[in-house]
Structures are given as structure tokens and as C-alpha cells.
């Protein structure tokens, strides 16, 4: 099977998260939209720094002259710490922008498994 090419990621991912949010009203959608794209760039560098993460891991050594040298925290790792700050908050975001209310459906299957387990 062919890997997928990363432009055709990105599109399929957007177009997953516009299904998300297609309950968001128009206008709120026209605001949210390039957070979208957004949340979809954070994913793929997240990816990356991740791959790179593995290789490199979250401790890395230094010295700085002859006698002074140490471990600390990996390049990396700070920057797939703050990528993954960023996303958290971007998603926490789009969430916000969702309609409370949860679709009738799935309310009646909740409430019917609730109902048939009661004792």
C-alpha cells in the first residue's frame, strides 16, 4: 500500500474536523475555520517532533568547557511540549465553539442502556 502524501493528509484531516464542527453555526464556522487549519499543521509537527523524540529521547547531555557537563532536557522535547500546549489549547477552543446540546439519538440510547440496566 502507498503512504498517503502529506497535502492529501492535511486535506482529509480538515475535511474530518469540518464534519466535526458542521453543527457550528456559518458565521462561527468562518471564524473557527483557519484554527482548523491550524489544529491540522499542530498534528502533523507534532508527528515529526515525535519521530524525532523517539530518536533523540527527552534527556540529552551538554557540556559546556572541561569540567562543567550534565544532562537536561531534550531540544525536542521542550519543542513538542510547547507544539502540544498550543494544540491543546486550540482544541479546547474549537470545543468550546460546539453546541451544547447533544444530538436526540444519542441521548435515547443512552437513556435506554441506562434504563435496561437499572436493577
Same mark, same amino acid.
Given at each position: 500500500?502507498?503512504?498517503?502524501? /502529506?497535502?492529501?493528509?492535511v $486535506?482529509?484531516r480538515i475535511k474530518?474536523l469540518? $464534519?466535526? *464542527?458542521?453543527a457550528v453555526?456559518?458565521?462561527k464556522?468562518k471564524l473557527i475555520? /483557519?484554527m482548523?487549519h491550524? #489544529?491540522?499543521?499542530l498534528?502533523?509537527?507534532?508527528? &515529526?517532533l515525535?519521530e524525532?523524540?523517539?530518536a #533523540?529521547? *527527552?534527556?540529552?547531555?551538554?557540556?559546556?568547557?572541561?569540567n562543567?557537563f550534565?544532562t &537536561?532536557?531534550?531540544t525536542?522535547?521542550r +519543542?513538542?511540549?510547547? #507544539?502540544f500546549k498550543?494544540? #491543546?489549547n +486550540?482544541?479546547?477552543t474549537?470545543?468550546?465553539?460546539l453546541?451544547?446540546? +447533544? /444530538? /436526540?439519538?444519542v441521548?435515547?440510547t443512552?437513556?435506554? *442502556?441506562i434504563?435496561?440496566?437499572k436493577r
Amino acid at each position: 500500500m502507498r503512504p498517503i502524501k /502529506p497535502e492529501n493528509r492535511v $486535506k482529509r484531516r480538515i475535511k474530518e474536523l469540518r $464534519k466535526i *464542527f458542521e453543527a457550528v453555526d456559518a458565521d462561527k464556522l468562518k471564524l473557527i475555520d /483557519p484554527m482548523i487549519h491550524q #489544529v491540522t499543521n499542530l498534528e502533523i509537527q507534532m508527528e &515529526k517532533l515525535l519521530e524525532d523524540l523517539k530518536a #533523540v529521547g *527527552f534527556v540529552e547531555t551538554y557540556q559546556n568547557g572541561d569540567n562543567q557537563f550534565g544532562t &537536561k532536557e531534550s531540544t525536542v522535547s521542550r +519543542a513538542y511540549s510547547g #507544539v502540544f500546549k498550543n494544540y #491543546v489549547n +486550540a482544541i479546547r477552543t474549537l470545543l468550546s465553539c460546539l453546541p451544547e446540546t +447533544a /444530538p /436526540p439519538e444519542v441521548e435515547d440510547t443512552l437513556t435506554e *442502556f441506562i434504563r435496561s440496566h437499572k436493577r
